[in-house]
């Protein structure tokens, strides 16, 4: 291990000392679900925003809800359904008769955790009201553009069971997600711990502030310094290209890929190959760090044909196929 690599270790042990007590204080209200926290830590630590997908009631608004308490930042939740227009997401400009001039009113996306339910229940141009937000941290209403605060995260989720009357998310905006989450049930002592947690009517659910922006920010900073060895970048980038050339791996898996992931994936995959790495406490990230990341950040950006999914092949099963067929350095 190098001397810079050793400085950086240090610099992350020291920044990193809000990791397990955001975990323990989202236990407290939270059970199970430890994957998904991990990866809003990833997406805290990344700018990114997070696609999750589940049945009704595992938690997903509670767990947003208690990350914004553990941080003391706005939270706010948008319901999207068939009627919804894009000025009920970013908001729109109101007349005033009395002088005769607009102004602006804010929509719900002004807040630092957004809760999209059901973003595929909503028309694309609803949708692709969300992207300007998302990729430039922006909004424009009228002729001008106003900043969002920092951080900003958008958590969407999507019913994998339900699909009637629903809008697929096109592709350029599963792009802009930098994890697609796939949550289960919980397992029967976890259901137990629910039960005894939540059978009663005054159940608090409120979480105590862990960190500030100001943290937050700092280690922002030392996650993006993080080393990255010339073997790791090459490993990664062996990984996205074979999801656009899956012949070089297995001639097997050519009929079953419609579309590789693109460049944004190489680029998403060594940011949350790094968070990963700041969460375990080190200064330099491992093959193990790609490998535990890489379902996440394909998964959505991978497109079957119409033949894997008539075999009822999954993109995970071909993500897994390339993961054990690329070389690990």
């Known amino acids: 291990m190098s001397v810079d690599t050793i400085e ?24 199970g679900q430890h994957s998904l926290v991990d ?14 997908e ?23 939740r948008i319901q999207f359904t068939p009627d919804l227009l894009p000025a009920d997401v970013i908001g729109t400009l109101i007349y005033s008769p009395q002088n005769g001039t607009f102004s602006p009113r804010l929509g719900p996306v002004f807040t630092n955790l957004l809760l999209a339910d059901e973003i595929n229940r909503a028309p694309a141009k609803v949708q692709s009201a969300l992207l300007e937000a998302m990729q430039e941290r922006q ?14 995260i958008v958590m969407a989720t999507q019913n994998p069971l339900d699909q009637e009357g629903t809008y697929q998310l096109p592709e350029a905006q599963l792009d802009r997600f930098l994890l697609k989450v796939t949550i289960d049930y919980p397992n029967p002592e976890e259901e137990r711990s629910i039960l005894e947690l939540m059978s009663n009517s005054n159940v608090n659910l409120s979480t105590n502030q862990i960190l500030s922006k100001e943290q937050i920010a700092e280690s922002r900073k030392v996650t993006d310094s993080i080393y990255v060895d010339e073997s790791i970048k090459d490993y990664i980038v062996s990984l996205v290209i074979s999801t656009r050339e899956p012949e070089k791996i297995d001639v097997n898996l050519l009929p079953y890929i419609r579309c590789g992931a693109s460049p944004r994936a190489t680029i998403n995959l060594t ?3 790094k968070a990963n790495a700041f969460i375990q406490g080190r200064g330099y990230v491992t093959p193990t760090d790609v490998k535990k990341v890489a379902p996440e950040i394909l998964r959505h950006r991978v497109l079957l044909t119409y033949e894997a999914e008539a075999e009822q ?4 099963q071909l993500v897994s196929q390339i993961l054990e067929g690329v070389p690990v350095p």
């Open 8 to 31: 950086i270790t240090a610099q992350v042990e020291k920044n990193g000392n809000w990791i397990n007590p955001l975990r323990e204080e989202m236990a407290r209200v939270l059970i």
């Open 39 to 52: 990866s809003l830590i990833i997406a805290l630590l990344t700018k990114g925003h997070l696609l999750i």
């Open 54 to 76: 589940g049945v009704p009631g595992l938690a997903k608004t509670l767990t947003i809800n208690a990350l914004a308490g553990c941080l003391n930042v706005g939270f706010k």
């Open 139 to 152: 909004v424009t209403i009228g002729d001008t553009s106003y900043e969002l605060p920092d951080p900003f």
């Open 271 to 273: 940011l949350a190959s």
């Open 313 to 316: 092949i999954t993109t995970d």
